[in-house]
């Protein structure tokens, strides 16, 4: 027996098996084997020999007719090749008999190894396995239903469906750090190798990893290449483009305003990032006005309603990566603060030259601190008194 393979096709052969005849007179018989056997007899008559039936449920398709005594087949063997089992391709084998000297009516029957089987005619056959496996294929070869020779041959079938589905999500760190993550998948098999090209120089083969992109003065979009392969040996890709955000030095702090409390107008706050420099165009702005609210842009207002201490908090961010923070504290004195004043006014003697005055003012937020007596007689002003005050 010889071995004669090919890259893209395997070609087995065995030697030449050659059927018994018998002639002279007698009868005689052969012994039943596996394969095609020769058997002779000796004596008077006309002797014969027999093959064993096909091991097939098969019933082999009748066709052709007359003895098979006179055929002998060579070369018996089977030649294969597969298609690519890779996306836009599918996994197909093409199976086909190198018998030499068959006559025409000989029938082919396959059995492909996963249950399917194909019989005719045809010397030629082929069949999709649907998953990876060894599987060994057997050719019975009939002519006339007796067997005229068999072969079998172990193959290897990587299945359908074997191509990765590649994709990847990233997810920026600050500054130009970005971690990647790989979600691919494959249908059957599964994934054994991943390559990342981040576009700069720089490769890894990890599934999940976190890339440090270079320094850059301006925004830059990288072309990021995620490749898998597949136990099949198959590979796919894909690329997306990320947007590494400059490196911006920023420096300077926020300054802040407000409008008098006092009626007939209201406190009203500016707050400002004018002075802070090396801010990207386009750089997002957000406050915390430290009092439950927020704003933003790069210049906003706020009213307090009441007075207190408050920590204003600025942050700066662009491409969704925070470039600056700065803090300020201010003193708000809130809404309706201006005082209304009213007083009474008690006779103190019958003369009318001594009175008490008591001051009945109100504010609606915050408290009154002082008072300030001017009691229209040409007498200096009292500051800083109290609520009740007497003059004469």
């Known amino acids: 027996m010889w071995i004669h393979v090919h890259q ?43 093959t064993n039936p096909a091991p097939t449920p098969i019933t082999p398709p009748t066709s052709g007719s007359g003895s098979t005594s006179a055929i002998a087949l060579t070369n018996i063997g089977i030649a294969y090749t597969s298609t690519s ?10 199976f086909a ?9 000989t029938v082919y029957t396959w059995y492909f190894g996963d249950n399917n089987t194909v019989s005719g005619t045809d010397s030629t056959a082929k069949n999709t396995y649907a998953y990876s496996n060894n599987y060994n294929v057997t050719l019975d070869i009939f002519y006339n239903n007796t067997k005229l020779g068999t072969k079998t041959i172990s193959i290897k079938s990587v299945g359908q469906d074997v191509t990765p589905n590649t994709s990847f999500y990233s997810t920026p760190q600050g500054g130009t750090a970005f971690y990647f993550n790989s979600s691919s998948n494959v249908n059957h098999g599964s994934i054994v190798g991943q390559l990342w090209n981040f576009g700069d120089g720089v490769t890894s083969a990890l599934v999940q990893t976190t890339h440090v992109f270079p320094a850059v003065a301006f925004d830059k979009g990288y072309n990021v290449t995620l490749q898998t392969t597949s136990t099949a040996g198959c590979t796919s890709s894909v690329t997306q483009v990320v947007t590494v955000p400059a490196t911006y030095t920023v420096a300077g702090s926020i300054t802040t305003s407000s409008t008098s409390p006092c009626s007939p107008s209201h406190e009203v706050f500016t707050f400002s990032a004018n002075n802070i420099t090396g801010v990207p165009s386009g750089a997002t702005y957000t406050w915390d006005y ?11 207002n706020h009213t307090y309603t009441y007075g207190n ?40 003697n019958s003369s009318g030259t001594y009175y008490g005055f008591n001051s009945s003012s109100t504010i609606n937020h915050g408290s009154i601190s002082s008072f300030t007596w001017d009691f229209g007689d040409g007498s200096a002003k009292v500051t800083g008194g109290t609520q009740y005050i007497e003059h004469t």
């Open 8 to 50: 893209q096709q395997h070609l087995l052969q065995v030697a030449e098996v050659h059927q018994g005849s018998s002639s002279g007179t007698g009868s005689g018989s052969t012994t039943p084997a596996p394969t095609p056997s020769t058997g002779s007899g000796t004596g008077t008559g006309t002797g014969g020999g027999t």
């Open 85 to 94: 089992p890779c996306a836009p391709s599918n996994e197909v084998f093409s």
């Open 97 to 105: 008999s190198t018998a030499k000297g068959a006559p025409k009516g």
């Open 290 to 300: 430290g009092d439950g609210t927020g704003g933003t842009g790069a210049t906003v």
């Open 309 to 348: 201490p408050f920590n204003v908090i600025l942050v700066i961010t662009y491409n969704g990566v925070q470039l600056y923070k700065t803090a300020a504290t201010i003193t708000a004195f809130g809404q309706d603060v201006t005082p209304t004043a009213a007083f009474t006014v008690y006779s103190k």
